[in-house]
């Protein structure tokens, strides 16, 4: 499974970005595709996922902010985020992985992840 991830920049406090990761093949229709972030100094942690099943999870930190979304004819998957703030910054990771509901949001769940894209939030 290949990743290509993109859409990071430098956005103000309270901006909105939309970062992209276009995968391969019927990935969508098999693996879930997930969200990390990783800030300096700090693990790497779940933000958001999609299901094959369509089914999304959001970490607590960005609920109601970030969107994750999927167009499976153009094999992308889409972090649309808003109200951004400056702990939003971050290295943001995609993933995919053949996971259940329950472990969508651990790290370990994922063996193919793309290569990061900086988002940088600016007060």
């Known amino acids: 499974v290949q990743l290509q991830a993109s859409g990071g920049g430098l956005v103000q406090v309270g901006g909105s970005l939309r970062l992209s990761c276009t995968t391969s093949?019927?990935?969508?229709?098999?693996?879930?595709m997930a969200w990390f972030r990783q800030a300096p100094g700090k693990e790497r942690e779940f933000v958001a996922a999609?299901?094959?099943?369509?089914?999304?999870s959001y970490a607590d930190s960005v609920k109601g902010r970030f969107t994750i979304s999927r167009d499976k004819a153009e094999s992308t998957v889409y972090l649309r985020m808003n109200s951004l703030k400056s702990e939003d910054t971050a290295v943001y990771y995609c993933?995919?992985?053949?996971?259940?509901?329950?472990?969508?949001?651990?790290?370990?769940?994922?063996?193919?992840w793309g290569q990061g894209t900086q988002v940088t939030v600016s007060s």
């Open positions: 993933a995919a992985g053949l996971t259940i509901a329950s472990t969508v949001g651990r790290l370990g769940s994922y063996p193919n």
């Open positions: 093949g019927r990935t969508l229709s098999t693996h879930s």
């Open positions: 999609i299901r094959w099943t369509g089914d999304t």
